[in-house]
């Protein structure tokens, strides 16, 4: 669905944080602290000053724990 949309209704709903993992980058805000997350290496890089952190180191070699323990 639309990511604005779906994050209002979360929020509606009474969420009080947003983890959003996106592959393309997306900009928004919310209404609450939305932490994104991006899904490749690649994005990360180019969109350091959107992007909070690199899920994918998973697919870089580094292991379930220490990601989960590094996020």
Same mark, same amino acid.
């Given at each position: /669905?639309n990511?604005? +949309?779906?994050?209002?209704?979360l929020v509606a709903s /009474?969420?009080q944080m @947003?983890?959003?993992t996106?592959g393309? =980058? *997306?900009?928004f =805000?919310s209404? &609450?602290p939305t &932490? #994104? @997350?991006?899904s *490749?290496?690649? %994005?990360?890089?180019k969109?350091q000053?959107? @992007?909070d952190?690199?899920a /994918?180191? %998973? +697919?870089?070699g #580094? *292991?379930?724990?220490? +990601?989960?323990?590094?996020?």
């Open positions: /669905g990511d604005q +949309v779906s994050c209002t209704n /009474g969420a @947003i983890l959003f996106t393309r =980058g *997306n900009p =805000g209404p &609450v &932490v #994104k @997350i991006s *490749n290496s690649k %994005l990360f890089e969109k000053h959107w @992007i952190y690199n /994918g180191q %998973l +697919v870089e #580094k *292991n379930f724990e220490e +990601v989960t323990e590094d996020f």
